[in-house]
């Protein structure tokens, strides 16, 4: 199943296309190590603890192969073998990573040398198309589709019939064409800062037209940018969704949004750093002009002095009178 995912990454025979496979540490013959105080710990724990009948298996040695021809026929047919041996569903566990799979994934450490191989000879692809190759050559009167005729006229094998060997193998035969390719970056994410909390409020004169006027902007950027047909029957959401626009005018209300960045901590909203501008003009406009007296700051209660209960007076108490 997964050789035929990756052969649907590009149908025509023109085109070229590259799988990626993502395997978990378990699944490698050879993991690096603990370093430090974990491996000398781990080294310590292992002396000192007896086996278990319930200790982790050890992974399988890594095979290697010689470097005669002969000794690599034996060794394929034998893994072909073992690729073919029947599978007790029942008893078989899950875990239990499958041969071919194993083979690829390590191929760079048990010798192997190539991730194609596992799969060609499990499914004998190298009789496979040298039968195709024999019927085309001798002028057989269809290809493998059936649909079309040999092309005869060439010289070799009928480019139809025969597969065409990739152009790009594996990275392990082609590394160079893998150096650059995946590069992943992963920067550390930034932290958000947490929104406000939004107290319930009854709208002033003052919000009731800011939000007049949020609706009406919101509808003529979208039906600008894409059409009058989108605005007509999906609404201004491409724009500013519901609960970005409720979320703005809450925040203006208590006077949380001054400067296009806190706009976006308050409201998230994709367009901020593209349209947060104009919005931010808006509300100082509006709002800021006629703030609310709720959303003045109240000064800082100071403490009052102590007086005596007896006479009234600031310094002492009846306590320390007496």
């Avoid at 005669?68 to 072909?80: D, H, I, L």
């Avoid at 037209?209 to 609404?235: A, I, M, Q």
Wanted: hydrophobic share 30%; glycine share 4%.
């Amino acid at each position: 199943m997964l050789w035929q995912r990756f052969g649907r990454g590009a149908r025509d025979k023109e085109l070229q296309a590259t799988a990626l496979l993502f395997v978990e540490p378990k699944d490698l013959d050879q993991v690096d190590p603990p370093k430090g105080r974990k491996r000398k710990a781990a080294e310590k724990d292992q002396k000192s603890r007896p086996k278990s009948k319930r200790a982790r298996k050890e992974k399988p040695t890594p095979v290697r192969l010689d470097t005669s021809v002969a000794s690599e026929e034996e060794f394929w047919k034998a893994r072909r073998a073992v690729y073919h041996e029947p599978i007790d569903d029942e008893n078989s566990k899950k875990a239990e990573l499958n041969h071919v799979l194993g083979d690829v994934i390590n191929a760079d450490v048990r010798g192997i040398c190539c991730r194609r191989k596992p799969f060609k000879v499990y499914f004998d692809d190298y009789e496979c198309s040298g039968l195709w190759i024999f019927i085309c050559m001798f002028g057989a009167q269809q290809c493998s589709s059936g649909t079309h005729e040999c092309n005869n006229a060439v010289d070799g094998p009928c480019p139809r019939c025969s597969p065409r060997p990739p152009r790009i193998c594996c990275d392990l035969c082609n590394p160079e064409e893998f150096k650059d390719m995946f590069q992943v970056f992963d920067p550390a994410p930034k932290t958000q800062l947490r929104r406000s909390q939004i107290k319930d409020y009854v709208p002033t004169e003052s919000d009731k037209n800011l939000r007049k006027w949020l609706d009406d902007w919101r509808r003529k950027t979208s039906k600008e940018v894409h059409g009058e047909y989108c605005v007509r029957y999906y609404g201004p959401l491409n724009i500013m969704l519901d609960d970005t626009f409720e979320r703005i005018c809450d925040a203006a209300h208590h006077n949380l949004i001054t400067s296009v960045d806190d706009l976006y901590k308050e409201t998230r909203w994709h367009l901020t750093y593209e349209y947060g501008q104009t919005i931010i003009e808006k509300i100082k406009e509006i709002i800021l002009v006629d703030l609310p007296p709720s959303t003045a700051p109240h000064p800082a209660k100071q403490p009052q002095p102590r007086k005596c209960s007896s006479c009234g007076q600031v310094g002492h108490t009846s306590e320390l009178s007496m």
